[in-house]
């Protein structure tokens, strides 16, 4: 995440490296049990927690991807919507002020909500590094 950007990969990149961390039989079970209650592998799982930790891009439970798929496809939506109003725009034909203040309306509620879950995402992540949860 350079320059503070967010960047989506469409395909996974290919893990070709591999990290060996010695364990006991209990902090292995306890490694399982959490990797299977994220609905996760434990490399997946494991890879998250590193990642988290480094700063590099925080672990999203199913919980919230349903809610980030669920802001990303409002965020489309929104896109159509102004996509049609510059369309109407550029061809000359006029668009009612109450069509801008809807959308406009729309694109402000959706941004409240992803900073909402951002951070949420932050509190959560510091309460469970911190053993608060």
Known sequence: MDDGKFNALLEPAKTDRTVHVRVT??????????AEDADMTVSSFFRSLLLEGAGVRPM???????VMAALLE???????????VARALNSGRGVHPSELD???ENVQRVQAAVMSELR??????GYQRRGEM
Do not use: P, S, V
């Open 25 to 34: 039989g209990d902090e292995h079970a306890a490694i399982e049990k959490a």
């Open 60 to 66: 999203f439970t199913g919980d919230d991807r349903l």
């Open 74 to 84: 409002d965020m489309r939506m929104i896109g159509i919507n102004l996509n049609q």
């Open 102 to 104: 809807i959308n406009l």
């Open 120 to 125: 949420a995402l932050t509190r959560r992540a």
